[in-house]
Each structure stands twice: as C-alpha cells, then as structure tokens.
T-cell receptor, first 114, second 115 residues
Framework: DAKTTQPNSMESNEEEPVHLPCNHSTISGTDYIHWYRQLPSQGPEYVIHGLTSNVNNRMASLAIAEDRKSSTLILHRATLRDAAVYYCILRGPLNTSGTYKYIFGTGTRLKVLA | GAGVSQSPRYKVAKRGQDVALRCDPISGHVSLFWYQQALGQGPEFLTYFQNEAQLDKSGLPSDRFFAERPEGSVSTLKIQRTQQEDSAVYLC?????????????FGQGTRLTVV
C-alpha cells in the first residue's frame, strides 16, 4: 500500500482558509486520494475524495497535483469546529485476495485559533 | 439510527478478563472493518469482513483477538484474557460498496481500559 506524508500539526486563525498538504509520491494510477478527519473523542469522518481532478463538496475542496504525487485539502473558512486530526489516505482497488483497507498515518492536527 | 453504532462506549476490564465489543453497521453495508487506536496515534487496521466472510485478519495482534460477523450485519470483536497493552479505542467502520471511490462510515468507538 502506498504511503502518505503529512505535517504533524498546523495552526489557522478562525474564518481564514486552511491548506493541508499531503505527499504521496508512490501513488499508483488507480489509487483514489481520500481525506478523513477525527474530532476529539469521535471516530474518523469522511471529508472528500478524488482521483485526478479537483473536487469540491460542502465541507472542503481537494486540489490534486497534475502528477498526482501530492494533494491539498482546502477548508475555505476555518471554524473552531474544524479543529481535528486530518488524515490523507490512498485507497486502491481490491487486492488479489479481494480485500482492501484504509491505512491511517498520524495525520495533521489542525488547531484553529479564535 | 442512521450511523454506525458501537457498544459499549466505555469498558473497564480487569486484566485477564474476556471482553466483547459490538458493532452495528449501517444497514446494507457490505464492508466492515475493525481498527484499534492507541492514544495519540492513528487508527490501526485489525480485520475486514465482506458480508459474513472475514477476508483479512492480518492486523489482529494475537490469537486472543477474535472477530465475527455471522449474518453479514452485526459484528463482535472479542478479546480474551485482556492485557494492559490492549487498552485503546476500538473503532468499527462500514462501507456500502467495495469500490475505491466509496466512503467509509466510522462509529464513535469503544474505549477499553484494562486495569
């Protein structure tokens, strides 16, 4: 399974945009880039995913580099409720055993300052 | 409820005691995962079910850990003869499809403390 690299922590001011980077230089052509976040004392929560094109949803935007070796999760206006650990995960197709898994790293802990 | 439900939310076990953790996935979800999360770490994969079949148990740390999903819906993670190193949050997740563009839904987890 291809690995991802993220900064351990980032800070942002409330109501400002936040750009959370992720490097995945060994990504394969069929790997989707998924982002999850984990609020304190909660299970991880799906944020967004993409393959090649940039993606937008109500929570965030995902910008994917042209060579797909990196991506950036964009929160357009951070709020205090966005303080969480953000995980960038590569999700590939089923393996030869017909299985798959989500491999979490340590993620980026986002602190939002009021 | 519409989400993944786990019970109990908190469990304190004496060392050597057996515990059973329950996961109610979202109805109709094919895939079910169990993860273990130590304090300050990301979730670590334990096992994967596709319907009732346990297709991957490579992450189970020892033969004291056992998981089942007999009817392809509710799943139970059982830990026998608990040890202090088993203290962690145990997360369950489910997904409607196996395709790589499908999201997973996680429960709130069960926090297990072994004393």
């Amino acid at each position: 399974d291809a690995k991802t690299t993220q900064p351990n922590s980032m800070e942002s001011n409330e109501e400002e945009p936040v750009h959370l980077p992720c490097n995945h230089s060994t990504i394969s052509g069929t790997d989707y880039i998924h982002w999850y976040r984990q609020l304190p004392s909660q299970g991880p929560e799906y944020v967004i995913h993409g393959l090649t094109s940039n993606v937008n949803n109500r929570m965030a935007s995902l910008a994917i580099a042209e060579d797909r070796k990196s991506s950036t999760l964009i929160l357009h206006r951070a709020t205090l409720r966005d303080a969480a650990v953000y995980y960038c995960i590569l999700r590939g197709p089923l393996n030869t055993s017909g299985t798959y898994k989500y491999i979490f790293g340590t993620g980026t802990r986002l602190k939002v300052l009021a | 409820g519409a989400g993944v439900s786990q019970s109990p939310r908190y469990k304190v076990a004496k060392r050597g005691q057996d515990v059973a953790l329950r996961c109610d996935p979202i109805s109709g979800h094919v895939s079910l995962f169990w993860y273990q999360q130590a304090l300050g770490q990301g979730p670590e994969f334990l096992t994967y079910f596709q319907n009732e079949a346990q297709l991957d148990k490579s992450g189970l740390p020892s033969d004291r850990f056992f998981a089942e999903r007999p009817e392809g819906s509710v799943s139970t993670l059982k830990i026998q003869r608990t040890q202090q190193e088993d203290s962690a949050v145990y997360l369950c997740a489910s997904s409607f499809r196996v395709a790589e563009n499908t999201e997973a839904f996680f429960g709130q987890g069960t926090r297990l403390t072994v004393v």
